[in-house]
């Protein structure tokens, strides 16, 4: 009889996204469908190989011919080698990363403060949190120039629908909880939730 000794996806390789999900919203969903792969137009794939993993999505990204697809992964992965964008970055250095274009989105003031108003809470700690992942920093930690820094700022701002994804090279890498985290808070800041080919 296996009885407590069987574990379930969400207490294993989805734990730290169940967290940052619950933390972020009250509950476990991601605020997207697949179909919104094919309504976006601009997907960022985070720690994710899906032409190797995820077939299907692929194919769902694949069909979506008015997109820019940005992969930001240590490795030049088969989909990195896809993408519009590939951005490699150190391993251990996501959080970095996030924190430090949350920063340059406040900096060039690409907010959706409507959004921000109506739907989120504590921004202005959030600000004086990321206020010290300078773009000097943060290029130092993860091996990035400042010049990409600001090119993905500059993707998000000019997005419609842009929409964040991430995988196992989140889920199970450092400071995961948090680093989902703070890729949900990009989508927040920019409004990119709740709307057709948007989310986190």
Known sequence: FLRGHVDGNTRLCMATSVVAHKQSFGFDAPPYTLNDFELSDTIFLIGANPVITHPIIWDRIRKNTDKKLIVIDPRKSETAQNADYYYGLKGKTDIYLFYGIANILIEKDYLDYAYIQNHTENFDSFKTL???????????????????????????????????????????????VRTAQSIINLALMTGNMGRPGTGA
């Open 130 to 176: 990321v206020a010290s992942y300078t773009p000097e920093i943060v290029s130092k930690q993860t091996g990035l120039s400042t010049n990409a820094l600001y090119e993905m700022a500059e993707l998000i701002h000019n997005g419609k629908r842009v929409s964040f994804w991430w995988t196992m090279g989140i889920n199970q890498g450092y400071e995961a």
